[in-house]
């Protein structure tokens, strides 16, 4: 434990583990071993951290989830008291976010890599050895399989279900389940295949709409010398 970093009460920490300075490890942490919690990255009250992880500078686990109720007037917040459990050989980049639970738990499985940026909602889980590219994120209460590839900027939507071995294509929205192994790209995100067929579609559109007001003007003159 390195100078400057603050550990609270009834916080466990494992063998071999560094905690770098002016990290924040709130009541009740678990650490795993063999972990390093890397500068300013902030461990709120009741996370666990499994053995072999890797928390990147300037990571958030445990903050309020997003939550609240609109009372006809204005939003009241509902309390966050559940806690975020990361697996073993987690890695966590730099300036991510993965927020508490509402009431269970936040998870990341075994061996999940969420890159710089990326940001995971309450009462999300993701299965083990799933990848996420930055600014990614993913809203409360979905689930993601596991041996995922999510490209960057992606957005998944909330209560969503993504299978196992799905691929999806960087800049993507997701707004409804994914059944596994699917590889799948854009907004709304559809099938990668059909995707890169309407993106090459979409360079010949300017083209397209000259032969259709060429046909268009032939039409309106052949019916007027019927006339």
Do not use: C
């Not at 969420?114 to 996420?132: P, S, Y």
Request: net charge negative; proline share 3%.
């Amino acid at each position: 434990i390195m100078d400057f970093a603050y550990i609270s009460s009834g916080v466990v920490i494992g063998d071999n583990t560094i905690i770098y300075p002016f990290v924040y490890i709130g009541e009740n942490v678990k650490i795993g071993n063999n972990v390093k919690i890397l500068p300013h990255s902030v461990i709120m009250d009741d996370t666990e951290i499994g053995d072999e992880t890797i928390i990147q500078p300037g990571a958030i686990l445990g903050a309020d989830g997003f939550g609240y109720a609109f009372n006809g007037i204005s939003y009241e917040k509902i309390p966050q008291v559940g806690k975020v459990v990361i697996g073993k050989a987690v890695e966590i980049g730099a300036n991510t976010t993965v927020d508490r639970a509402t009431l269970d738990k936040t998870e990341i499985g075994d061996g999940v890599k969420l890159d710089n940026l990326v940001m995971i909602g309450h009462n999300v889980r993701i299965g083990e050895n799933t990848v996420m590219a930055g600014q990614s994120g993913v809203a409360g209460s979905s689930e993601i399989g596991k041996y995922g590839i999510i490209g960057g900027q992606v957005g998944i939507g909330d209560h969503l279900k993504i299978g196992n071995k799905v691929m999806i294509g960087g800049k993507s929205g997701i707004m409804s389940n994914i059944e596994d192994g699917k590889k799948i790209a854009g907004i709304p995100a559809r099938d990668y295949k059909s995707w890169l067929r309407i993106e090459a579609y979409l360079e010949k559109l300017p083209e397209m709409k000259k032969t259709i007001d060429i046909i268009l003007k032939k039409i309106e003159e052949i019916v007027g010398e019927k006339k």
